[in-house]
């Protein structure tokens, strides 16, 4: 794909949502890495439900220590992996007291040092909360990039690193929170929605839907 299509691609997602946004609900850094590590392998809407309750009652590192491994377990018992992202909350928690004064690290080395969080989580991170042009790539923007041709490669790592050399720096700030979006609710993995895609006639997937009932 050339040049001149990326941008064309971004410019028309631009045009839908000048703003774009992540779909977790937070209300600073710390409840932002919250919902980012639960949402593996969940919804955001799941995501948004647990931690709606969890944050009126234990929304910064100590609270959320205070309340111990079944405590927490209890608001977020309807997440897969609960258990498991208990722990590693509970850890990062203690890390991030310990280390950062209760603080959200802004720089990937030391995010990625906290218990639950990768790579992918990290990016969200940096871009979301601190503002950096990150793309975290997850199932989604890998279908986005391949299917349409924007940064195809084999593996998430390799997306990745396309995208930041590709997409037209005006639009790497956001790019994130668009190729998500489109993936989420039209690029679907099942079923894309080309005949109402925006982007239909700039999208290199050969195997386009001619109905969205097909």
Known sequence: MNRARRQEIFNRLRAANPIPRTELEFSSPFELLIAVILSAQATDKSVNLATQELFRNANTPRKLLQLGQAGLEQYIRRIGLYRTKARNILAACKLLLE?????????RDELEQ????????ASVILNTAFGEPTIAVDTHIFRVANRTGIAPGGNVLEVERKLLRSVPEEFRRDAHHWLILHGRYVCKARKPECPTCRIADLCEYRKKTVSSKQ
């Open 99 to 107: 280390r950062h004064g209760g603080a959200v690290p802004s720089t």
């Open 114 to 121: 906290l218990p639950g969080v990768g790579r992918k989580t």
